[in-house]
């Protein structure tokens, strides 16, 4: 008798501290990455609201919704900009700022769409090749420097 044993689904995401790929089951909401033992938000987030904090992070999805606005540095891998954002952006997947979105920072990313009446101030790095490298240690650097 052949017992069914069903495979997880996994998928592979980016830990936002470290930037190093990990695979993780389809279903998680959060992980503890392998290499830097730090929890990574991997839930989507919808902001409605006022929202001010040093660093918003996750490996999932981040919309910001029409009133909402959002100071802080955003690491995510999709943003969707429908409010106003103050702050430095590094989207490993695409950037959409809408018509009445505002971003005002840096902003780095794989793919950006700007829709007529958005607008966009600071820096722009877009690149379909766009890969964060890891983070190593500051000894190994300084060995390959050498």
Same mark, same amino acid.
């Given at each position: 008798?052949?017992?069914?044993?069903?495979?997880?689904?996994?998928?592979?995401?980016?830990?936002?501290?470290?930037?190093?790929?990990?695979?993780?089951?389809?279903?998680?909401?959060?992980?503890?990455?392998?290499?830097?033992?730090?929890?990574?938000?991997?839930?989507?987030?919808?902001?409605?609201?006022?929202?001010?904090?040093?660093?918003?992070?996750?490996?999932? *999805? &981040?919309? $910001?919704?029409? #009133?909402?606005? @959002?100071?802080?540095?955003?690491?995510?891998?999709? !943003?969707? %900009? =429908?409010?106003?954002?103050?702050?430095?952006?590094?989207?490993?997947? *695409? &950037?959409? $700022?809408?018509? #009445?979105?505002? @971003?005002?920072?840096?902003?780095?990313?794989?793919? !950006?769409? %700007? =829709?007529?009446?958005?607008?966009?101030?600071?820096?722009?790095?877009?690149?379909?090749?766009?890969?964060?490298?890891?983070?190593?240690?500051?000894?190994?650097?300084?060995?390959?420097?050498?």
């Amino acid at each position: 008798m052949v017992a069914n044993t069903q495979v997880p689904e996994t998928r592979r995401v980016v830990c936002t501290h470290c930037d190093r790929p990990i695979e993780i089951p389809a279903s998680a909401m959060s992980v503890s990455c392998r290499f830097c033992h730090r929890r990574v938000i991997i839930e989507d987030i919808v902001i409605k609201a006022y929202h001010a904090v040093v660093r918003l992070a996750t490996a999932g *999805r &981040v919309e $910001i919704a029409g #009133k909402a606005h @959002v100071i802080a540095e955003i690491r995510v891998n999709e !943003l969707v %900009v =429908e409010g106003a954002v103050k702050g430095n952006i590094t989207a490993l997947d *695409r &950037v959409l $700022i809408g018509k #009445k979105g505002s @971003v005002l920072g840096n902003l780095c990313s794989r793919s !950006l769409e %700007v =829709e007529p009446g958005a607008t966009l101030v600071g820096r722009v790095q877009v690149s379909p090749e766009f890969a964060l490298e890891p983070k190593g240690d500051p000894e190994e650097s300084e060995v390959a420097d050498l």
